[in-house]
């Protein structure tokens, strides 16, 4: 499995660096969210069980042609009291890297998500006790604060919060189409999308591409977001409500707002044209194909 674990280190490299740059610059992801942020998911993914299996495959070459034959080598070993000897000081280093950056990543995704979890309930209990009903739309909560604020909190329990200060600039249908956009977030649940690709840049945030990777993504749920809403309101008064609407959302927050403000709204007005049927077919076989290569090159001998 020496060849195996080669490939596979390169295919978790590749994902991992030139291909999440390439796919971060890449324009054409603008024109379908949805499908371009399932090739992600692919990526991201695929880029994890590479890395992984590369270590896992290499540690278990003595013992097997291919993954289950090595692990029931290796479970016959352990059950009868001793430690294969195929496997020497390199190998048994190369299960421990695999497992090492296994633990890692598990380890920060579940730190993340504890920490998030835990400021949002926090940031839930505050808006419960200082924030007012706004009576338009269900569930929306209004703080009293001069300066214009839109954001949900995601959740079992999740909140729809404008400040005052939106109030005061926009009308009626123009704070409904700010809420619309976030309606779509809670929805479809963004941040669970996001937050792999959060912890896949925290364990290991010297890899340019997995940054890139993060803000990808980011940017690709609000155009989602954008999308929605714009189905749902007059992309004139989205548009103009986007761009009232400004200031900083807690950190806790999924917040509307992003540093590509001006090209979200340039792209609300003028929306570009939708990838043909058949190119989104292709990238969703891509993204298939991406996920079953490590797959199937640690079943295949």
């Given at each position: 499995m020496e060849l195996t674990a080669l490939g596979l280190l390169l295919l978790g490299v590749a994902l991992a660096e030139p291909v999440s740059r390439a796919l971060a610059r890449a324009q054409w992801p603008g024109r379908d969210p949805v499908v371009a942020l399932v090739l992600w998911q692919a990526v991201g993914f695929a880029g994890g069980i590479s890395l992984f299996g590369a270590g896992l495959a290499y540690g278990l070459a003595p013992l097997g042609d291919t993954l289950p034959v090595a692990f029931a080598r290796l479970a016959s070993s352990v059950s009868g009291g001793w430690f294969p000897v195929q496997l020497d000081v390199l190998h048994v280093v190369a299960l421990l890297a695999a497992f090492g950056l296994l633990s890692r990543l598990l380890s920060v995704l579940a730190v993340t998500t504890?920490?998030?979890?835990?400021?949002?309930?926090?940031?839930?209990?505050?808006?419960?006790?200082?924030?007012?009903?706004?009576?338009?739309?269900?569930?929306?909560?209004?703080?009293?604060?001069?300066?214009?604020?839109?954001?949900?909190?995601?959740?079992?329990?999740?909140?729809?919060v404008v400040s005052a200060g939106v109030l005061d600039a926009l009308d009626t249908p123009g704070v409904i189409a700010v809420l619309a956009h976030e309606r779509a977030h809670l929805r479809e649940r963004h941040d669970l999308v996001v937050l792999p690709f959060v912890a896949w840049g925290a364990t290991a945030p010297?890899?340019?591409?997995?940054?890139?990777?993060?803000?990808?993504?980011?940017?690709?749920?609000?155009?989602?977001?954008?999308?929605?809403?714009?189905?749902?309101?007059?992309?004139?008064?989205?548009?103009?409500?986007?761009?009232?609407?400004?200031?900083?959302?807690?950190?806790?927050?999924?917040?509307?707002?992003?540093?590509?403000?001006?090209?979200?709204?340039?792209?609300?007005?003028?929306?570009?044209?939708?990838?043909?049927?058949?190119?989104r077919w292709v990238v969703?076989?891509?993204?298939?194909?991406?996920?079953?290569?490590?797959?199937?090159?640690l079943a295949v001998p």
């Open positions: 504890f920490r998030t979890v835990r400021a949002r309930r926090r940031h839930r209990d505050l808006l419960d006790v200082l924030a007012t009903p706004w009576p338009h739309v269900a569930g929306t909560r209004v703080l009293d604060h001069p300066m214009p604020v839109a954001y949900c909190l995601p959740g079992r329990r999740p909140r729809l010297f890899v340019r591409g997995m940054i890139c990777a993060q803000v990808a993504v980011a940017q690709l749920i609000e155009m989602r977001a954008d999308d929605v809403a714009r189905k749902l309101c007059d992309p004139t008064e989205l548009a103009t409500a986007l761009k009232a609407v400004g200031g900083s959302a807690p950190a806790a927050a999924l917040t509307s707002f992003s540093e590509a403000l001006d090209a979200r709204i340039d792209r609300v007005t003028s929306p570009p044209e939708p990838l043909p049927v058949t190119t969703r076989t891509l993204a298939a194909a991406i996920v079953a290569a490590p797959v199937v090159l």
